[in-house]
Structure formats: C-alpha cells, structure tokens
C-alpha cells in the first residue's frame, strides 16, 4: 500500500492562527449566507389612503411584529411611491455619485422597505460600499470608543485605565461587570478615571437594562447602548421583548437626557436559531429600519459579537461593511463594530477594519480594550492594549483619522495616577472599602489586574449596593471630589449632569469636546461632496496625530553612529600590489571616519581586524585601503580587487554590507555577497576574510553562511537610507583611493 504524502507547505500553513477558524459554504436554510439570499424577499410597498397594507411580499394580515412597527412607524409614505420606483442600479448609483447629496439619499430611504436597503447595498462592491460610507456619516469627523475591564473589578485600574482612554481621545468609554452587582462602582470608577482624563468623555456600564437606567438616572453613566434588536420575531420572544418595548424603553434614556443607541448586527438571528431561512444582510436591514422607527439616533451595528460568524461564510466581511452602510444611509448613528474578535488572523482582523477605518464612521470601534487581552470582560476584543501603536501608525500611514491620540508614557503615568487618586478619595468620602496606596501605585504602572492585590469583594458588592439604595449620584461624586482637592474633575462631572439637562447630546452622532461644546449631526454635520470636501485630517490635528511618541528624529539618527575615537590613519595615494598574496580590505569613504558602527552595532574596529584576522589565518596578506569615490559596495570592492595583488578583495561599507570581488568580474557581479549586514557578526566577517584569502590562493572555498531576517527590512530600512546617506555624502568623485593605517589601541 502506497503511504500518501504530504506536502510539508501545506502541512505547515496549516498550523497558521487562521486556520483555527471554520470557513463554510452557504446554507441559507439556517440563515448562514450574507446577502443575496435565496429565501429573501421580493422587495414591494403597497399603500392605500396612507397606509402600508404589504410590506416584502407580506400583506397586512400576514404581518409580524416587526413589520407591523416598520409599517406604522419606519415608512414615510410621502417619499415611498417615489423612493420605491426607482431601480436598484439608480438608487446605487445615486449612492456613489458625488452629485448625489446625502440629504437627498437620506429622505429616500425614509420610503424604502428593508428588502430593498438590503438588495441596493448589494450591488455596490467593497470599494463603492467605502465611498459611500464616506459621504453618508452622520457627523463630519470620526471618533472612537473604548472597553475598559478587569478580572479583578479592581477600581483603582478601573479609574487609570478609563482615564488613560480619555486621554488618548476616546469619545465614549464603556465598561462591564462580571457579576452585576458591581455595576455601581464599576460605572463610578470609569465615571471619575475619564473625567480626570479628559473632560466631556461619554460613559456607560453595559448591563441589565433596568439597572442600567438606574444607573443613568442617578448620573453615574451618561448614554447607553444595550437595546438589541433583532431581525425576526421569534428571537424578540426568545428575549421576552418586543419592537414596543425597545421603543420605550428607549424614550425611557432619552426622557431622562441620557444618549441612547440600539445594538444589531448580522448573525445574530442565525446564532440564535430563528433566522428564517433569510441572508443576514436582509434581518440586518430590517433591524435597522427598526432602530429608525423606535426614534433612535444611532445604532451599534457591523456584526457585533457574531463577527467570527459572518466571517465563516463567503462574502461576509463585504456583509459587515454593508451593515454599516445601511444604518448611515438610514440617518443613523453608526458605531461600527470592530469589538468583538473577528479573526485570530492579524491580517484578517485588519482587512475587516479597513472597510470602516478609511471612510470613516461615528465611531470607529464600538469598544477597544484599552487593556491587555487578559482583562477583556467583553469577550476578546478585536484591538486591546496591545494594538495601539499600530493604530495609530496606520493612522500616519494613511493621513486618516481613526478617533485616537498619542500619548507619551509620562502624560500616561501622570493621568493614570490621579484617577487613581480620585477614585480614592470618592471611596474614602462614602467610606467604602479602602483603596490602599499600594493599588494606586500599581494602577498606575501595572500590566494588568494580576498586578493589583485582591481586594474584598463581597465588602465591595455592600458598597456597591448602597449606591444604589442610598440614590448616591453624579453630583454627590462631584462634591466630594471638591472637597478632596480634585476641583478640576469635579467640574468635568458636573458639566456632564448640565449636558443630562440641557440634552444637547441627544442628537445624532454627539459626541462632548474638553470644552463641554458638543459636535453632532445637526452643528457639525458631514458635508462631502466630493474631493477636498468634507472632513480632511489636516492641521493641527494632522500635526498631533503624525507625531508618534517611539517617534525618533532623522538628524539624531544621523549622528546616533558617530564616535570620537580614532580608528585608522589616512595615508599616501593607493598604490596597485604585486604580491599574490596581497589581499585588500577597501572601506567606504565613510568607513572608521565620519561612521564608525554597522547597523548591527558592530564597531568599525572590531570588524576590520576580524577581516584582517581571517585573511591571515588562510595565508594571505591584508592590506586596508579607502575608496573614496563611490559609496555602492559594489565598485568599493571592484576598485579594492583592481589594487590588489591577488586580484581579490573584500569591499565594505559603513552600515556593515559586505562584498569579496575579483578584478576580472563585472563590478556588480563578484564571488560573494553579505547583503544582511544586520545579521552578520565578527565571527562572519573572519570567515569572509579567510573566503577572500582563499580565492586569492586558489583554495577550495565554500560559501560563507548567511543568515536571513525577513523583517530586517521593515526594522531597519531607515537607518540604512540615513546610514548610506552619511555614506554618499563623504564621496569625493575625482578622488584616488587611499592606503589606510589602522590606529594602535593603547
């Protein structure tokens, strides 16, 4: 019997992050295809004397819940006989047409059925879908929202952490619990640490809905988002709601002056068993025409925590996207996902955000772990802690506003340590649990909450209920933070129990700025319409984001390699050898001069006399010479073999590239080349000695092993250019090569 064979490639493509996954072929029955589905709707509207009688091939008497809401309260028959008679490819056209203005898109779909959103969207491709993203935001510029967790529920890091996310730029933070009744402290905590951060950052605890009204109305958080909805009845009963409900329920937050957005996303309906046989797309877009009708500004929608799978099912991240889209051509606030982990595939997970990191959406992330990974009480984000450097890179990289900051580590520790500080006080002032100096100290510098002592919990669950039953609020924070020489963040939450009154953040996509000025739909609304139109990142925010703090300055790197001490002595004019045995080592104009280290940090010095070292130790004779009017290693070493009396060189440049030519070969052609400088070290630069002393003597020579870097490149190229830079600068054109004398060391 044969034994079958393996290819080792793909053996070992198999181990990848990604292929822990389940991708899957479509199976509709289940609700498991993204758009386009076969069991979805015919589109179709039928009105008579102002009333939606059919509704997606329904008719009155054939309604479910959900169409019955859509019907009385998410079509405005006005538009609906003229939003409906266009066709699809009009309608997506118009979506992509810079002439085409968001005003006009917007009061179409006011008439549009939910199988015709879907059906539109549809059409347009992962690009389309981008642009017109990008002129349907609601509001001109993009934010971002934040987690922040942690196992232990400690609130001292709870405060370092929120305060460090506020810092950062983050329009709203969101916090959760691992046991409810430590909500109270849980919103408190995050309440005081984002006021120290930055004044006007939004809050929330996402928890049972009632309690998370209480919350609201006592002052400690300041908008909401945990009212799902869902695509078909049956997973509404499942959740004992209804469209009704949700709808109060959502006047409830808004009569009360706290910011509210509904939570959807496709899959959901499929995870939950009850998708109808219908694509996630089509639910989605009755979800959100859902969202519209209760009264909601905004929506929580890309999938959410049912990312991974969407993602299993061809088209699903295009299906993501056109979520998204739905909810901002439908006047929405759009928070777009990118929470829950989409894949363990980095390249994957990035792909995915592109789609709304380029255009731009309300809000970027609809929560990033502002914590490592470990601490992550929503499951695994898609971004934690760990990601931000590359965030925020990707933001310079593209000259794209992603909704975050740079922040040095100082400014970092700083604000970390007094949240800490203030939620100390507040907890010493209602004489809860004491929060130790020791937990200040290590929330401001810890990794996460294993750095953090434990604390008593079933004390702090105590405490946590007196907030509840003692009505202890916002205000009662503020006053206490006041007395305890924490004015400044006592006035940031005072300003966002004025913001609860005056409900100037109860518009669509508001957020709050440092000042207490408040940006949204209605005074900063999108207007693109077109090229150089819109939101730009440019000026001083440009400037702000451009500056990373690992940041380095070209000219100091220029001179990062400079040392004092002198290595070789300039002499005569090089002369041509005579002796077989002569063997030239030839440096670069900037060689052991106006450089005097590799890029692999090796000292000129060192590596000359290895160089010498093992021409010796093969027989030969090394001679140093500096050419001076090239700086490519190639002609440095091609001139060093045509000086020589062997004929053979060895030619080095300043950052370390290493070449053993011979006078007869071409000068970009040679016997070998050591293109990873980073990679070699004085034990390598021996071995090319012996190597060329070997060519010279006409020895049997084996090729110098090399070790390769495959990221070397992206590390390391822009010391190389400013390297060889220092390098081409010291060329003299016209100038002879030079013998060189090394320098005794005392």
């Known amino acids: 019997m044969t034994e079958h064979r393996r290819s080792k490639r793909f053996v070992e493509r198999e181990q990848r992050e990604l292929r822990r996954e389940l991708l899957i072929t479509p199976f509709p029955e289940l609700g498991l295809v993204a758009m386009n589905g076969p069991n979805d709707p015919e589109p179709?509207?039928?009105?008579r004397d102002g009333r939606v009688v059919s509704l997606d091939g329904r008719s009155e008497d054939q309604f479910d819940a959900l169409d019955h809401f859509i019907a009385r309260h998410g079509i405005d028959v006005d538009v609906a006989a003229e939003a409906m008679a266009l066709d699809d490819t009009e309608l997506a056209r118009r979506m992509v047409d810079i002439d085409a203005s968001r005003q006009e898109l917007v009061r179409l779909a006011r008439g549009l059925t939910p199988a015709r959103l879907a059906r539109v969207v549809a059409l347009l491709d992962p690009v389309e879908m981008m642009f017109a993203l990008k002129k349907l935001r609601a509001r001109r510029a993009p934010a971002n929202q934040a987690h922040v967790t942690n196992l232990k529920e400690n609130p001292a890091l709870l405060a370092a952490d929120a305060a460090e996310a506020a810092a950062r730029g983050f329009a709203e933070i969101e916090t959760t619990v691992g046991v409810s009744r430590y909500a109270p402290l849980n919103a408190m905590a995050v309440?005081?640490?984002?006021?120290?951060?930055?004044?006007?950052?939004?809050?929330?605890?996402?928890?049972?809905?009632?309690?998370?009204?209480?919350?609201?109305?006592?002052?400690?958080?300041?908008?909401?988002?945990?009212?799902?909805?869902?695509?078909?009845?049956?997973?509404?009963?499942?959740?004992?709601?209804?469209?009704?409900?949700?709808?109060?329920?959502?006047?409830?937050y808004a009569s009360r002056g706290i910011k509210v957005r509904f939570t959807s996303g496709g899959g959901s309906e499929a995870l939950m068993g009850h998708a109808g046989g219908c694509s996630m797309l089509y639910l989605e877009a009755r979800c959100l025409s859902l969202v519209r009708a209760a009264g909601s500004q905004g929506v929580q929608n890309g999938s959410i925590s049912c990312v991974a799978l969407v993602m299993s099912v061809p088209a699903g991240g295009r299906e993501i996207l056109a979520e998204n889209l739905l909810?901002?051509?439908?006047?929405?606030?759009?928070?777009?996902?990118?929470?829950?982990?989409?894949?363990?595939?980095?390249?994957?997970?990035?792909?995915?955000?592109m789609g709304q990191f380029l255009p731009?959406?309300?809000?970027?992330?609809?929560?990033?772990?502002v914590m490592p990974r470990y601490d992550n009480m929503f499951g695994?984000?898609?971004?934690?802690?760990?990601?931000?450097?590359?965030?925020?890179?990707?933001?310079?990289?593209?000259?794209?506003?992603?909704?975050?900051?740079?922040?040095s580590e100082a400014e970092a520790t700083r604000?970390?340590?007094?949240?800490?500080?203030?939620?100390?006080?507040?907890?010493?002032?209602?004489?809860?649990?004491?929060?130790?100096?020791?937990?200040?100290?290590?929330?401001?510098?810890?990794?996460?909450?294993?750095?953090?002592?434990?604390?008593?919990?079933?004390?702090?669950?105590?405490?946590?209920?007196?907030?509840?039953?003692?009505?202890?609020?916002?205000?009662?924070v503020a006053r206490e933070l006041d007395r305890r020489g924490f004015a400044e963040v006592a006035e940031a939450i005072l300003?966002?129990?004025?913001?609860?009154?005056?409900?100037?953040?109860?518009?669509?996509?508001?957020?709050?700025?440092?000042?207490?000025?408040?940006?949204?739909?209605?005074?900063?609304?999108?207007?693109?319409?077109?090229?150089?139109?819109?939101?730009?990142?440019?000026?001083?925010?440009?400037?702000?984001?451009?500056?990373?703090?690992?940041?380095?300055?070209?000219r100091t790197l220029e001179e990062a390699s400079a040392l004092p001490a002198q290595v070789v002595i300039e002499k005569d004019v090089a002369r041509m050898g005579n002796d077989p045995n002569d063997v030239v080592i030839a440096v670069g104009p900037a060689f052991a001069d106006g450089l005097q280290v590799t890029i692999g940090g090796l000292a000129h010095r060192d590596v000359i006399e290895a160089l010498m070292q093992g021409v010796r130790e093969a027989g030969a004779e090394p001679r140093l010479i500096r050419v001076r009017r090239a700086s490519d290693v190639a002609f440095v070493g091609h001139d060093g073999a045509l000086l020589a009396g062997s004929r053979v060189a060895v030619g080095i440049q300043s950052?370390?590239?290493?070449?053993?030519?011979?006078?007869?070969?071409?000068?970009?052609?040679?016997?070998?080349?050591?293109?990873?400088?980073?990679?070699?070290?004085?034990?390598?630069?021996?071995?090319?000695?012996?190597?060329?002393?070997?060519?010279?003597?006409?020895?049997?020579?084996?090729?110098?092993?090399?070790?390769?870097?495959?990221?070397?490149?992206a590390k390391l190229i822009v010391r190389t250019t400013l390297l060889h830079a220092r390098e081409t600068a010291a060329v003299a054109p016209d100038a002879p090569p030079l013998e060189l004398e090394l320098v005794e060391t005392p």
Request: net charge negative; with cysteine; aromatic share 8%.
């Open 327 to 353: 909810a901002a051509w439908l006047d929405l606030e759009v928070a777009s996902g990118n929470d829950a982990i989409a894949s363990h595939s980095p390249t994957r997970r990035t792909a995915k955000l």
């Open 44 to 47: 179709g509207l039928e009105v």
């Open 360 to 369: 731009g959406t309300d809000f970027v992330t609809s929560g990033w772990s």
């Open 191 to 252: 309440l005081v640490g984002s006021q120290t951060g930055r004044p006007g950052v939004l809050t929330q605890c996402a928890i049972e809905e009632r309690r998370s009204l209480q919350l609201a109305i006592q002052g400690i958080t300041t908008y909401a988002e945990t009212l799902s909805v869902y695509g078909t009845e049956p997973v509404f009963v499942d959740g004992d709601d209804t469209p009704w409900s949700k709808g109060f329920l959502n006047s409830a």
């Open 380 to 407: 695994g984000g898609n971004y934690d802690a760990d990601d931000i450097d590359e965030w925020l890179t990707i933001q310079r990289d593209w000259q794209v506003d992603g909704g975050i900051e740079p922040l």
């Open 415 to 476: 604000v970390r340590e007094r949240a800490a500080r203030a939620i100390q006080s507040v907890f010493a002032a209602f004489e809860f649990p004491e929060i130790t100096d020791a937990e200040v100290e290590a929330a401001t510098y810890a990794l996460d909450s294993r750095d953090l002592p434990d604390r008593d919990r079933a004390a702090d669950v105590a405490a946590a209920d007196r907030v509840l039953a003692e009505g202890i609020s916002g205000l009662d």
């Open 655 to 713: 950052k370390g590239t290493t070449v053993i030519h011979r006078a007869d070969l071409q000068p970009l052609d040679n016997l070998e080349l050591f293109g990873m400088a980073p990679s070699l070290t004085l034990d390598s630069y021996r071995a090319i000695g012996r190597n060329a002393a070997g060519y010279a003597l006409g020895q049997r020579v084996g090729p110098v092993p090399t070790v390769m870097d495959n990221f070397a490149r």
């Open 495 to 554: 300003a966002m129990q004025r913001q609860r009154v005056s409900a100037d953040y109860l518009q669509t996509s508001a957020i709050v700025d440092s000042s207490g000025a408040v940006s949204a739909a209605v005074n900063d609304p999108n207007r693109y319409t077109g090229p150089g139109t819109g939101y730009r990142l440019e000026g001083d925010r440009w400037q702000r984001l451009q500056h990373l703090p690992h940041e380095l300055d070209a």
